[in-house]
């Protein structure tokens, strides 16, 4: 499994990339908003800093319009994914975007049948929300089983991005699950660092060898 990082925090995204990790990035509108900055603007400077798909959302609910940003976005760099919401108009956009050549991200996914639909649109990512669905009382790892078996079933090419990540055990059930890629906030990339044995461990060393060199390093 692959990670991206979902933000469009460029300073996030330059210290993930940093760890040496991440495969891409994910925005969204929201994501975007909170940097306050200009869209376009901030979509360049994150290629600049990872070299891997960087998905950018489109703002229209008509195919025509969303085809229309999706070209203007895929201009600016080869990486660019366009992020498109599944709905019928987001389908259309999706075939459109295939034949021309443009990689999609259908996004908002809550159903194995949402996400075959947009498979056979010509998706290159299908983005499974598993978070909001736990919000909401439903099982969502279950779905991202269930998307991974439709398309083994079929041999479908689209890859499952496990998004609307809240926490490390997410990570860890979406890995069982067979999801292709993972995109995770900083946060929760940094949590899955972190084990108390690890910094115990550490302390306990450090305590030995200042014992040996009476506190030299
Ligand atoms: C996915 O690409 C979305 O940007 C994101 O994972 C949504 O997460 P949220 O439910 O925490 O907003």
């Not at 010509?122 to 919000?135: H, I, K, N």
Request: proline fraction near 4%.
């Amino acid at each position: 499994m692959l990670f991206f990082i979902d933000t469009a925090n460029v300073d996030e995204i330059r210290a993930a990339n940093s760890l040496g990790v991440i495969s891409g990035v994910t925005t969204n509108p929201s994501l975007i908003a909170k940097e306050g900055r200009d869209f376009a603007e901030v979509v360049r400077e994150i290629v600049s800093i990872v070299d891997g798909p960087i998905s950018a959302e489109v703002i229209s609910l008509e195919a025509g319009e969303m085809l229309r940003e999706a070209e203007e976005l895929a201009a600016i760099h080869s990486n660019i994914v366009i992020k498109i919401p599944m709905t019928p108009e987001g389908l259309k956009a999706t075939r459109a975007c295939y034949e021309k050549g443009i990689k999609t991200n259908v996004t908002l996914v809550f159903s194995a049948n949402q996400a075959l639909l947009a498979a056979r649109a010509g998706a290159t990512y299908v983005s499974p929300f598993v978070g909001r669905l736990d919000d909401i009382g439903h099982d969502g790892i279950g779905l991202i089983y269930d998307i991974i078996e439709i398309f083994d079933n079929y041999n479908l090419e689209t890859q499952v991005i496990s998004a609307s990540i809240r926490h490390p055990l997410h990570v860890l059930q979406s890995a069982k699950a067979g999801a292709h890629i993972a995109t995770v906030p900083y946060k929760v990339l940094l949590q899955m660092t972190k084990h108390p044995l690890t910094d115990k461990g550490i302390d306990a060393f450090l305590t030995d060898w200042a014992k040996l060199t009476g506190g030299k390093a």
